[in-house]
């Protein structure tokens, strides 16, 4: 790894397009020299005259932000604008289906980001699938990039920003009509020829934007639009983790003595380990549709007024249906080898069973559907001797749900009861699984029979209004430049709502025979899998089903009634949508007042800017929650617990809370000489909490484990904000038109981090019937079988047996379920974070060549001590990691070409009782276009043109958690201006 960062950092050949540009607001700055506009053409092309852009913004600018315009964004290989946001130093991003989604700035993950509209706080809205949504992250993907006029990335505290990132705050700056006055346009086509299981498909893409102004130029209309489809497919494995026990340790899983010979090299006293609990592969196909319009209308009836009202619509759909094969551990007759400690991972695990044992087939489906929303108005005067007014108001929304008739994430399960042995070999890159079957029992559709069932129903809805009223005055004093004030009053309101229909029927419910073969289509496991290290092993399991999951609910409807007739939860007559179990309820709003001037001056023969900003935030929140009410367990398989609630008997609880916080900032550069710039910056700024650390009542995540695991949580609404403290430290020299070489130091320290405190403590008086007098009875008089002890518990104690799911009810008698309690609280400990990044631009003279190198080094003082068992309360910054962009472009006599690599280091991506990290990962994406003079152009584009696979773990590098084979995606298409 260390040889990789030196390469990266003395290499020549290479960066990220975009560089950064220590700039003040658009308004601010002039792009004159950059921006050579031609009067047919919407959008200025080439690629010199971008950098030289985003130069002239750093070197005249104040303060810290990164900035990237449209010339940009419209010529990089990129989806969306995550993807271009990534070429920006410090900035990563996270992929979904090798899409951008979130980024992370300086090391701080994407809730830490507060992404702003033409200025404008937005709302974000999400759906997990298989919980409440709660996220406050802003996805990229729900926007095109085409309708962008460019993103600012402020990486310190400013007073007339909004607040709500430590990381950074994202400016989206869309087009005006007033801004490039005439009549304009542009419009492109594009073909995306992506990976799909069942044969490479080409999905269409289509983009367009027309300006027109009027009177004299003094009304202006802009209409912009685009259209995207993609089809793709993804595989990869993913592992479920026991928590974190100590080699002493003897809970459900724990190994057996270091003598037992089925253990080899078995962690020490002192050393932790994780066992599996699950272990598959996951065989995704999906389809997004993505949805993008802009409406703006502008009236300036004088040179110092101007109006602009705006609409903003995005919506992106996607339906996916993901086909697993997968093995369940017991934890019982197991045989498993062991890296050394003192954190060991396992090498092989595998686990002997007797009959009925079960090799798990799920169909799962997740279709929703996210629209956003946005209303604006604006009214700018500026009046004489200096003032300047603005009033700004808007109303907007952000909502996701389903689109199917199902709920947003539903899972079915089926399976084969016939393994004799099943096995993990972690030595690979992809995890191998392979079975042993009994006879008679083999892979094939004829032998499947559906289990157990969850469909899933999420919403998410965040609104928000808000008004701005702000003013300036600009002084002719040579010393003071401007004073800048002004007041926003932001009201949020959101609403997170969830329900589940479940059946714990995981011993089976119709049999193969009445399970018609046609629902299950045979695929191939290596095939899918493709090119990632392990997934050719002779050894690996050959097949899984490709598995008609609608028709099979429809089936399982109407002979065992998986939604009308649900072990846990309720819905409509004849529907499958599940009610609301829990329903969330938020409201905060926010009083910024603020005041910020600028000054000029001399210090000796260098030219001096300061910038000194205050601004005052006041928050009040009310949160309540719908939770239901359990009143019962029943043990429905060896390791599930269902939970019984009582009918209609959920209620609202309210809790509130309040902060507020003074936030300064100043900003300062120096001139030193005509060609070299320092600067230094100094900001407080607060990041707020998810919305699930705000809410009120108390979660279980079922199903619950018999013998430990089991989890619970809830919220605090009286948490306090994160809340940093940030110097930022920068020199440049710009030695020639388009070359320049910069480095900065930032150091942030942040207190009120919000940890998670974790405590064992039984929930609403559940018991446990796996543990209880009657199931052990049942244990010592026919063993461990879980038909048999069921068929025992019948004959003996038939008032145990649950008509609904068959499995066997808690009694008053029976030990306490002990929960996994978590609950975030605002730790005492302050983190830090500091690190450098560090910029060269150069252009080769008139060569047409060029190369840029950005690298960013991120430190912090927190980190997850994966040597302390899952017991210890921990926090730690998610996200922190090393990241570099390498390109090499060349763009001359209209043709343009670059190669870019990407790559972020590893990083801790999160975690529950026990930590998860996400493994180095690089990216080569290459793009080249040809304009003709008739204003048409073509090109061609590549992402992941290498192939690079992804994956990730838990505490030992060995506990593999996830890997994905990656795949190339390659795009053609031509735009045309006017």
Not at 103 to 115: A, D, H, S, Y
Not at 317 to 323: A, C, G, K, R, W
Not at 609 to 624: A, M, Q, V
Request: aromatic content about 10%.
């Amino acid at each position: 790894m260390n040889s990789q960062k030196l390469m990266l950092l003395t290499s020549v050949a290479a960066i990220g397009f975009v560089q950064p540009a220590h700039a003040q607001d658009a308004s601010e700055t002039g792009n004159d020299e950059a921006t050579q506009e031609d009067d047919n053409v919407i959008v200025v092309s080439g690629i010199r005259a971008s950098l030289r852009q985003s130069m002239n913004i750093k070197r005249e600018g104040q303060g810290v932000v990164d900035a990237i315009s449209a010339e940009d964004i419209g010529k990089f290989p990129d989806t969306n604008l995550a993807e271009s946001l990534q070429r920006i130093t410090g900035v990563s991003i996270d992929r979904e289906d090798g899409e951008g989604t979130e980024v992370t700035v300086r090391g701080f993950g994407p809730q830490f980001n507060l992404v702003i509209l033409n200025g404008r706080q937005m709302p974000a809205s999400s759906l997990d699938g298989t919980e409440v949504p709660s996220s406050r992250s802003f996805d990229f993907g729900n926007l095109a990039s085409e309708g962008v006029a460019g993103v600012e990335v402020y990486k310190t505290g400013r007073a007339n920003l909004p607040t709500g990132g430590i990381g950074s705050v994202i400016n989206i700056k869309t087009a005006r009509p007033l801004d490039r006055p005439g009549f304009k346009g542009s419009i492109g086509v594009k073909g995306v020829y992506d990976n799909h299981f069942e044969g490479t498909k080409i999905t269409p893409e289509i983009s367009g934007i027309i300006s027109k102004t009027f009177a004299d130029d003094r009304i202006g209309i802009l209409l912009s639009g685009s259209y995207q489809q993609r089809k793709g497919s993804v595989a990869g494995f993913a592992a479920g983790w026991r928590e974190g026990y100590l080699g002493t340790e003897n809970n459900w899983g724990s190994l057996p003595p270091a003598s037992d010979p089925r253990v080899t090299n078995r962690p020490g006293p002192t050393d932790i380990y994780q066992v599996p609990q699950n272990t598959g592969y996951d065989f995704t196909t999906f389809k997004r549709e993505r949805i993008n319009g802009q409406a703006v209308i502008q009236v300036a009836p004088t040179d110092s007024l101007t109006a602009t009202l705006d609409y903003t619509f995005s919506q992106n759909t996607i339906d996916s249906q993901t086909n697993s094969v997968g093995t369940w551990f017991n934890h019982g007759n197991v045989t498993s080898s062991w890296t050394d400690g003192p954190v060991a991972g396992p090498n092989i695990y595998s686990e002997e069973f007797g009959p009925g044992k079960d090799l798990s087939f799920t169909g799962a489906v997740a279709a929703n559907r996210s629209i956003n929303k946005s209303l604006g108005g604006n009214l700018t005067w500026e009046s004489f001797g200096g003032l300047r007014l603005e009033l700004d108001a808007h109303h907007s929304t952000a909502e996701s749900k389903p689109t199917s008739p199902f709920g947003s994430n539903i899972a079915i399960g089926n399976a084969i009861f016939g393994p004799s042995r099943e096995t993990t070999d972690f030595t690979t890159t992809l995890p191998v699984i392979s079975v042993e079957m009994f006879p008679g029992s083999e892979i094939d559709a004829s032998n499947i029979r559906p289990t157990g069932n969850a469909l899933r129903n999420a919403y998410m809805r965040d609104r928000i209004n808000e008004v701005a009223l702000k003013g300036g005055y600009d002084f002719d004093s040579s010393f003071i430049e401007s004073l800048d004030f002004g007041v926003t009053y932001t009201d949020n309101k959101v609403r997170t709502a969830y329900g589940f229909l479940q059946s714990d029927s995981w011993g089976g419910t119709l049999t193969a025979a009445q399970t018609p073969d046609d629902l299950f289509t045979a695929a191939s496991v290596p095939d899918r899998l493709g090119g990632i290290d392990g997934a050719q092993d002779p050894a690996i399991i050959p097949t899984y089903f490709e598995i008609d999951t609608a028709n099979l609910i429809n089936l399982l409807e109407d002979q065992v009634g998986i939604c009308s007739a649900a072990f846990i939860g309720t819905a409509p007559a004849g529907s499958c949508l599940a009610d609301f179990s829990v329903d969330r309820r938020l409201r905060e709003k926010t009083y910024a007042p603020y005041i910020q001037s600028t000054h000029s001056f001399d210090l000796g023969e260098a030219s001096a800017n300061l910038r000194l900003g205050l601004r005052y935030e006041k928050t009040k929140i009310s949160s309540s929650a719908l939770v239901p009410n359990p009143t019962r367990t029943v043990l429905t398989g060896a390791n599930e617990i269902g939970v019984i609630q009582a009918p209609d008997d959920s209620v609202f609880t309210t809790l509130e809370g309040d902060y507020k916080n003074w936030l300064p900032s100043i900003d300062f550069d120096l001139t030193v000489v005509d060609d070299v710039k320092l600067r230094a910056s100094y900001s407080h700024t607060i990041t707020r909490p998810n919305y699930s650390d705000l809410q009120g009542g108390i979660t279980l995540n079922s199903p619950f484990r018999p013998g430990g695991g089991s989890t619970a949580s809830a919220g605090n609404p009286g948490l306090l904000p994160f809340k940093s403290k940030n110097i930022d430290l920068s020199a440049e020299w710009y030695y020639d038109r388009e070359s320049y070489v910069s480095v900065g130091f930032f150091h942030k320290n942040v207190s009120n981090f919000i940890a998670s405190a974790t405590t064992q403590v039984p929930q609403f008086g559940l018991t446990n019937p796996g543990q209880g007098a009657v199931y052990n009875e049942a244990v010592a008089a026919v063993g461990t079988n879980f038909g048999d002890i069921v068929n025992y518990v019948q004959a003996n104690y038939p008032n145990l047996i649950d008509p609904v799911s068959g499995g066997i009810l808690s009694q008053a008698g029976d030990p306490a379920i002990v929960f996994n309690f978590t609950q975030p609280i605002n730790g005492d400990q302050t983190a830090r974070l500091w690190g450098w990044e560090f910029a060269l631009q150069h252009s080769f003279w008139d060569t047409g060549f060029g190369a840029i190198l950005n690298y960013t080094i991120v430190n912090s003082n927190t980190a997850y001590d994966n040597t302390l068992d899952f017991r210890a309360t921990q926090f730690a910054v998610e996200g922190v990691s090393d990241s570099a962009n390498a390109v090499l472009y060349y763009d001359k006599n209209g043709f343009q070409a670059r190669v870019a690599y990407n790559w972020r280091d590893g990083f801790l991506g999160g975690q529950d009782s026990d930590p998860y990290y996400t493994n180095s990962y690089g990216q080569v994406d290459v793009s080249a276009s040809y304009e003709f003079k008739n204003g048409l152009t073509v090109f061609v584009e590549g992402i992941n043109v290498t192939e690079s696979d992804r994956s990730g773990h838990r505490r030992a590098e060995q506990a593999k958690f996830f890997a994905s084979a990656g795949n190339a995606r390659y795009a053609a298409g031509a735009r045309f201006s006017f």
